[in-house]
């Protein structure tokens, strides 16, 4: 961040628009937000004596419950770049969720992750046939595939897993992916951890979280983030099908086929939400398919893609933010939840200094009043009512849409309606 | 005018006979006679309270899709409907049991309560949109669940819970406060608020047809751009329209609280809001196809425990509802695409002749 005052000659007023400062590169800025949270975790962790928060087992439930969120998010990434807005994520989810159980029961956590990815890749097919073939409004659509994802699901679990698991609720278990640990580091990471070291003990319980009982989902969900990358972004087809989001009349003329990119787009987004319901089934102990399992995870994964502004790398800090909201109430109990209000106001502390330097005095006010309301919310109160555990994330989620929203830039052409030949 | 009416029938005459279709698909897979199912569903309507059942299913499902239908004039998609309805249900069962006042003005007063707490519940999304730009459709559905949370939180014994046999619930409303229902004995009672949902649908068709209001709302929700420049202020529509369809949605709950449950109960129902706006899309905002359209979903919802008869699952009602609603929307896509290219070639056929044209056009139309 020390490229702020770096802007040579201000003072003699030549041009009108003076050229905008260099950023740093987006991993340079992907480090420094994972140093200042863990930063922020580790002082919090330390002065309200809660390890939770930085404990090995709050990482591994954040991973668990991430990855849904984030191959959700990528699909939002895959159809929103084309251009085609994918409200029906959830729908696309909850039938992966299905898919996955299915397959699972005849073959195995692999063909559980493929069924998965199938089931949901046909519920992007009828968003794409309903969107792009015949246009209807997205969100319309979207809306139209939550309830009959939802429908089909329930139809099917009735139909299949009843008369197996006696519940039209559950699936019977399915067999789990076998995790693997990263031997001796982890052993290694977990002393560290307990020996309750300042922040070493932190770092080493976050890293140990990621190192141990590693599900090859994981391994699938990280591989998948990098090659949504390369595709979108380094990539021919990518670079047509993000121009399809961005104006798909020039596309057009310039000899694309928008049609077939937003379609291969759509059905993309939903194999990749239908794999987030696999992962969801596999991640659960036991992994059963349930009833209501996704719980708004699509549409949480869609906030995760806001958050990440439309990129990969983006998407991913979203997701373990909302993941990490998720995992700790699971691991830690209302106090250590409570203690999040804690880590907020020395975000919010931080952020007061960050606006002061950059002489924002307006935005910096309103950041200490926000501080000085949260101390005061967690100074007045021991613990969270445990019936907002569950929506923590939620919460999460409302507050950065209210914070990051008007700095972020969605693809032009998002949910525009698209005719082919019908350009001027 | 001929041709109005045609598009007007024709679109769900497509998507009913679409839909049926993909429905019978769905029954004989499940190895059921379609013709068969159907029959045990109508029979069915005839048993014990179920006719009755589906009027007040019906005039839930009307309120609930009006308030999605205000906030579609708009472009505005009111997912919030299923939050704003708990919270108008549950801060109506607290005061409501809490005011001493006589009958009449009493419930006049909680339908107020009921509507003012659905409607500052949809003030925070509409804040959100208009200062941050954030999407009405992610700050709703966040504070969809954040609602299920609140309430599982105020109906706790330490704040405003009680416990009744073994459901927790809060204080009765009293005598004074409760809507005299249609007793028509063993069929079950209608409720009064049944007349509610008729006035709402009335007062909504009439606003948006004749006032200056809904042609500034439906202006808005067409091409902002257009209503911007003729001094509609885009702002303040999006927040009175988000009010006004959260006003609406509070008054979900009410037939039932009123009418029957008199508290709010830890199984109050869940659903209302999404079926909402399924309904919604199926009569293209306007009263008397939501009216239709939830006689229709009440039907498939009540009558669709007739089907374990035949052996099919329940659940097959979900998925009618889900391919009617997809069904309509992609049948009116196809019928406006059909009216453009008429129009088009009717226009390029009155432009190739040589005669007058103007005349032509105009006189069409009238």
Same mark, same amino acid.
């Given at each position: 961040?020390?490229?702020?005052?770096?802007?040579?000659?201000?003072?003699?007023?030549?041009?009108?628009?003076?050229?905008?400062?260099?950023?740093?590169?987006?991993?340079?800025?992907?480090?420094?937000?994972?140093?200042?949270?863990?930063?922020?975790?580790?002082?919090?962790?330390?002065?309200?004596?809660?390890? +939770? !928060?930085?404990?090995? %087992?709050?990482?591994?439930? @954040? #991973? *668990?419950? $991430? /990855?849904?969120?984030?191959?959700? =998010?990528?699909?939002?990434?895959?159809?929103?770049?084309?251009?085609?807005?994918?409200?029906?994520?959830?729908?696309?989810?909850?039938?992966?969720?299905?898919?996955?159980?299915?397959?699972?029961?005849?073959?195995?956590?692999?063909?559980?992750?493929?069924?998965?990815?199938?089931?949901? +890749? !046909?519920?992007?097919? %009828?968003?794409?046939?309903? @969107? #792009? *073939?015949? $246009? /209807?409004?997205?969100?319309?659509? =979207?809306?139209?595939?939550?309830?009959?994802?939802?429908?089909?699901?329930?139809?099917?679990?009735?139909?299949?897993?009843?008369?197996?698991?006696?519940?039209?609720?559950?699936?019977?278990?399915?067999?789990?992916?076998?995790?693997?640990?990263?031997?001796?580091?982890?052993?290694?990471? +977990?002393?560290?951890?307990?020996?309750?070291?300042?922040?070493?003990?932190?770092?080493?319980?976050?890293?140990?979280?990621?190192?141990?009982?590693?599900?090859?989902?994981?391994?699938?969900?990280?591989?998948?983030?990098?090659?949504?990358?390369?595709?979108l972004w380094r990539s021919r087809f990518g670079l047509r099908l993000r121009s399809c989001g961005e104006n798909p009349i020039a596309a057009e003329s310039l000899g694309v086929n928008v049609y077939f990119h937003k379609y291969v787009a759509v059905v993309m987004s939903g194999a990749l939400a239908g794999i987030g319901g696999a992962a969801l089934v596999l991640g659960s102990s036991p992994s059963i398919y349930s009833e209501g399992q996704t719980a708004n995870r699509g549409f949480i994964g869609l906030a995760a893609m806001i958050f990440g502004n439309w990129r990969p790398g983006g998407t991913l800090a979203g997701a373990t933010l909302f993941g990490y909201a998720d995992g700790l109430r699971l691991s830690a109990g209302p106090g250590t939840v409570h203690a999040l209000l804690y880590a907020a106001v020395i975000s919010a502390g931080l952020l007061v200094i960050w606006q002061l330097w950059r002489r924002k005095w307006r935005t910096a006010m309103l950041a200490a009043v926000g501080a000085v309301v949260v101390y005061g919310l967690y100074y007045a109160s021991d613990e969270l009512p445990t019936q907002f555990l569950p929506y923590t994330p939620h919460i999460i989620t409302l507050v950065v849409l209210a914070l990051a929203a008007q700095r972020l830039r969605p693809p032009a052409a998002n949910g525009v309606p698209y005719r082919r030949g019908e350009g001027d | 005018m001929t041709a109005k009416l045609r598009s007007s029938l024709l679109a769900p005459a497509l998507a009913i006979a679409f839909s049926a279709l993909l429905c019978a698909i769905a029954l004989l897979a499940s190895g059921a006679n379609p013709a068969e199912a159907l029959g045990v569903m109508i029979g069915h309507v005839g048993k014990g309270q179920v006719a009755v059942d589906i009027v007040n299913s019906t005039a839930i499902y009307m309120l609930a899709a009006l308030a999605a239908a205000i906030g579609f004039q708009m472009n505005l998609l009111n997912i919030g409907i299923e939050g704003q309805y708990r919270i108008g249900a549950l801060v109506a069962a607290i005061v409501g049991s809490a005011l001493v006042l006589p009958p009449v003005l009493h419930w006049l007063v909680i339908l107020v309560v009921a509507s003012l707490a659905g409607a500052l519940w949809a003030l925070l999304p509409a804040i959100l949109k208009v200062t941050r730009g954030v999407h009405e459709v992610l700050s709703t559905i966040m504070l969809n669940a954040v609602a299920f949370g609140l309430a599982a939180y105020l109906i706790r014994r330490d704040m405003f819970g009680i416990l009744i046999g073994n459901n927790v619930s809060t204080e009765p409303i009293p005598e004074s406060g409760r809507v005299q229902g249609i007793d028509f004995g063993d069929r079950g009672t209608v409720f009064g608020l049944v007349f509610l949902a008729v006035a709402v649908a009335a007062v909504y068709g009439v606003v948006m047809q004749r006032t200056r209001f809904g042609f500034e709302l439906k202006a808005s929700g067409e091409s902002p751009t257009a209503a911007a420049a003729g001094g509609v202020n885009a702002k303040k529509m999006i927040v009175v329209s988000l009010l006004v369809s959260g006003g609406v949605a509070g008054l979900v709950g009410m037939p039932e609280i009123l009418g029957r449950d008199h508290a709010y109960t830890l199984n109050f129902a869940a659903g209302y809001g999404f079926a909402g706006l399924g309904i919604a899309l199926l009569g293209r905002n306007h009263p008397v196809g939501i009216a239709f359209g939830s006689l229709l979903w009440a039907f498939l919802e009540k009558a669709k425990v007739a089907l374990d008869n035949v052996g099919v699952p329940r659940e097959i009602a979900t998925i009618m509802q889900g391919s009617i609603v997809l069904s309509v929307v992609v049948a009116y896509e196809i019928v406006k695409r059909m009216d453009l290219a008429a129009e088009q070639r009717r226009v390029g056929r009155a432009l190739g002749t040589a005669e007058p044209v103007e005349a032509e056009v105009g006189g069409d139309r009238k």
């Open positions: 961040m020390t490229t702020a005052d770096a802007r040579p000659g201000s003072s003699v007023v030549t041009m009108p628009a003076p050229p905008r400062r260099r950023k740093l590169p987006g991993w340079a800025i992907f480090m420094i937000g994972v140093v200042a949270a863990v930063g922020v975790l580790a002082t919090t962790s330390y002065l309200t004596g809660r390890p +939770a !928060l930085t404990s090995s %087992l709050t990482m591994q439930n @954040t #991973v *668990t419950l $991430g /990855v849904p969120i984030l191959l959700a =998010g990528l699909g939002g990434i895959w159809a929103e770049r084309s251009g085609m807005i994918n409200i029906g994520l959830e729908g696309m989810m909850v039938l992966g969720t299905w898919g996955a159980a299915w397959g699972g029961l005849h073959g195995g956590p692999w063909v559980a992750v493929l069924s998965g990815a199938i089931f949901g +890749a !046909l519920g992007g097919l %009828l968003h794409a046939i309903a @969107t #792009v *073939t015949f $246009g /209807v409004n997205h969100i319309v659509s =979207g809306v139209a595939i939550n309830l009959l994802g939802a429908g089909v699901t329930k139809y099917l679990a009735m139909l299949i897993f009843e008369p197996l698991s006696q519940n039209p609720r559950d699936s019977p278990p399915i067999e789990q992916f076998a995790t693997f640990s990263a031997q001796p580091l982890g052993d290694w990471l +977990a002393d560290l951890e307990n020996e309750q070291r300042a922040v070493i003990s932190d770092v080493a319980g976050l890293l140990g979280g990621l190192v141990t009982r590693v599900s090859p989902m994981l391994i699938i969900t990280i591989l998948l983030v990098v090659g949504t990358y390369l595709v | -």
